[in-house]
T-cell receptor
Framework: GAVVSQHPSRVICKSGTSVKIECRSL??????MFWYRQFPKQSLMLMAT?????????EQGVEKDKFLINHASLTLSTLTVTSAHPEDSSFYIC??????????FGQGTRLTVV | GEDVEQSLFLSVREGDSSVINCTYTDSSSTYLYWYKQEPGAGLQLLTY?????DMKQDQRLTVLLNKKDKHLSLRIADTQTGDSAIYFC???????????FGGGTRLMVKP
């Protein structure tokens, strides 16, 4: 099946710094990618929908200036957590939709802000 | 808004069948999915069903959909220890839309 590569898988950063997470579709083109966040023992919550070549659509309550999403090509979307704080520590997962509409998920990134 | 609910925990013995249940509220849900999440990993699509289907079987997995009651279930036959994971059901209105997830059911398989 299609592969979505998410990098890094784990990152620890200091409070106040920024972290970039990459999501790549390796063998298909994804005009739409989604970013989810998962708190411990909770479900995945959609943060934003990323469309290639246009601005991302953010869900209510998600700060667009804090979680910068760039979808510059059909195979790459990035999520940058700016000025990270300990409450941003979470598991972030991207998914990419192929032409048939099936969603493939990345491995996830565990962010720890200290 | 849409709401998807699952029970939190299920424990079964190896070799038994597991049934994980899910309810949803959005009657316009067209696609319903089951994902598996192993510790520290991303989500793996197990199977999906269109809303115009009642049942779908794929090897050890059987999905049942009761559209009238908005109830979805996943049955795993001959459950193995490797099936221990968190199982998420999810729904979307169409193939291009974002997914709404349930809270996940942690399946524990005892030897």
């Amino acid at each position: 099946g299609a592969v979505v590569s998410q990098h890094p898988s784990r990152v620890i950063c200091k409070s106040g710094t920024s972290v970039k997470i990459e999501c790549r579709s390796l063998d298909f083109q994804a005009t739409t990618m989604f970013w989810y966040r998962q708190f411990p023992k909770q479900s995945l919550m959609l943060m934003a929908t990323s469309n290639e070549g246009s601005k991302a659509t953010y869900e209510q309550g998600v700060e667009k200036d804090k979680f910068l999403i760039n979808h510059a090509s059909l195979t790459l979307s990035t999520l940058t957590v700016t000025s990270a704080h300990p409450e941003d520590s979470s598991f972030y997962i991207c998914s990419a939709r192929d032409q048939q509409g099936e969603a493939f998920f990345g491995q996830g990134t565990r962010l720890t802000v200290v | 808004g849409e709401d998807v609910e699952q029970s939190l925990f299920l424990s079964v013995r190896e070799g038994d069948s597991s049934v994980i249940n899910c309810t949803y509220t959005d009657s316009s849900s067209t696609y319903l999915y089951w994902y598996k999440q192993e510790p520290g990993a991303g989500l793996q699509l197990l199977t999906y069903i269109f809303s115009n289907m009642d049942m779908k079987q794929d090897q050890r997995l059987t999905v049942l959909l009761n559209k009238k009651d908005k109830h979805l279930s996943l049955r795993i036959a001959d459950t193995q220890t490797g099936d221990s994971a968190i199982y998420f059901c999810a729904e979307s209105m169409n193939a291009g839309n974002m997914l709404t997830f349930g809270g996940g059911t942690r399946l524990m398989v005892k030897p």
